[in-house]
């Protein structure tokens, strides 16, 4: 098994190998406007560091949100093109899932939340690291403040709201290592792991007018 690993769904482009064993390779850097940019170095990073070529890939992970349609697309479709091209499965893992691995807390519950904008945040709650209770769901940190008070919370968007998650700590992003780590593990047990559909969540920023201008020949 040669896992590639990768998420475009928060500001980290995070990328990671994992042989069934353990993460070989890692990398992530924190960009929110540059996904596109550094996505493909970081494939081509991870490789070289493994001292591996991309056709000894036999699966690809790729976070499926909850996130910003632009940057979470990145992800998703390149993913596509990768298991395309080397005629190998593509899964797909909720971001929010691989944080909640990554924070690696065994005894709930507690709150994964990262930044929606919007004066928003995409949450859930866990059991324990590895088993979602609720969400993913979209909502302002106030009105979600009496559900989630009292819990732990790890994510990007638990800490810029402390007044909501008074005991938020990191991670602030999700890893590639953490979700490579969680579907090797998934795979392992036998599980089927789910298919690579964007979670969204609401509508994108960019909308098409609803009122053209006509324009009549001369």
Known sequence: MLLLALDTATPAVTVALHDGTGVIASSSQVDAR????????????????AGLKLDAVTGIVVGTGPGPYTGLRVGLMTADTF???????VYG???????????????????????????????????????????????????????????PAVGAGALLYPETFPNAHEPEHVSAAALASLAARKLAAGEELPAPRPQYLRRPDAQVPKNYKVVTPK
């Open 83 to 89: 298991g395309l091209a080397l005629g190998v499965p």
């Open 93 to 151: 893992l909720c971001t929010l899932d691989g944080l909640a691995h990554a924070a690696d807390i065994e005894t709930g519950p507690f709150v994964v939340a990262t930044d929606a904008r919007r004066k928003e945040v995409y949450w859930a709650t866990y059991a324990d690291s590895r088993t979602r209770l609720t969400g993913p769901a979209v909502d302002r940190p106030a009105d979600i403040a009496e559900q989630v008070a009292g819990l």
């Open 34 to 49: 540059r996904h596109g940019e550094l996505l493909l170095p970081a494939v081509d990073r991870v490789l070289t560091e």
